[in-house]
């Protein structure tokens, strides 16, 4: 089956501590994104990636860091730098191709912090 | 920063009604896309329309286009309890980076 993991799916931090969210695709994507929601809210960019070895900022970066070693591979840290982390995180991939951006969504991991 | 603002930000309708949402959006775009999240999951990619289209069809799923007002419309025909769930607007600028709306959230009653 071709998708996108997220692992964990509900994930529990204390006060200070970095957190390590993982997403996976098996799409042969080239691009990837994470996105903050929050209740009620639209998603936020947090960090996006065209191309292996290389990533953006979106929106919202800090307190959050990314690495891109692998294509099929997007880990997304929430460092202790983010003042207010609690918040459900979705990665999602997309390939471009000539009807424009359209983009693939994992289940989300829903990080909360105690 | 989000571009798309929907509106109503929620809908309760009865089974078998249809059910039409709005979204307006800020700068010119490449694509408008349409987005389903069932509560606590993911978002399903629904529909995209492009700049130079004005209307397009998919199953119950109904998506009209204005650029001269920067909206778009999505109407779901003949709902179905399963329809509950919340919609969002997303506009393509064509930089690889897509911006949400807040969503509506729609609520179909048996």
């Known amino acids: 089956d071709g998708g996108i993991t997220q692992s964990p799916k509900y994930l529990f931090r204390k006060e200070g501590q970095n957190v390590t969210l993982s997403c996976e695709q098996n799409l042969n994507h080239d691009a990837m994104y994470w996105y903050r929601q929050d209740p009620g809210q639209g998603l936020r960019l947090i960090y996006y990636?065209?191309?292996?070895?290389?990533?953006q900022k979106g929106d919202i970066a800090e307190g959050y860091s990314v690495s891109r070693e692998k294509k099929e591979s997007f880990p997304l840290t929430v460092t202790s730098a983010q003042k207010n982390p609690t918040a459900f995180y979705l990665c999602?991939?997309?390939?471009?191709?000539?009807?424009?951006?359209?983009?693939?969504f994992g289940p989300g991991t829903r990080l909360t912090v105690l | 920063s989000q571009q798309g603002e929907e509106d109503p930000q929620a809908l309760s309708i009865q089974e078998g009604e249809n059910a039409t949402m709005n979204c307006s959006y800020k700068t010119s775009i490449n694509n408008l896309q349409w987005y389903r999240q069932n509560s606590g999951r993911g978002l399903v990619h629904l529909i995209l329309?492009?700049?130079?289209?004005r209307e397009k069809h998919s199953g119950r799923l109904r998506v009209t286009l204005d650029t001269s007002k920067k909206s778009s419309s999505l109407l779901i025909t003949a709902s179905r309890a399963a329809d509950t769930a919340s919609y969002f607007c997303a506009t393509d600028r064509g930089d690889y980076k897509l911006s949400f709306g807040a969503g509506t959230t729609v609520t179909v009653r048996a």
């Open positions: 329309i492009r700049s130079n289209e």
């Open positions: 990636s065209q191309i292996v070895n290389d990533f």
């Open positions: 999602a991939s997309s390939i471009e191709g000539t009807s424009g951006t359209r983009q693939f």
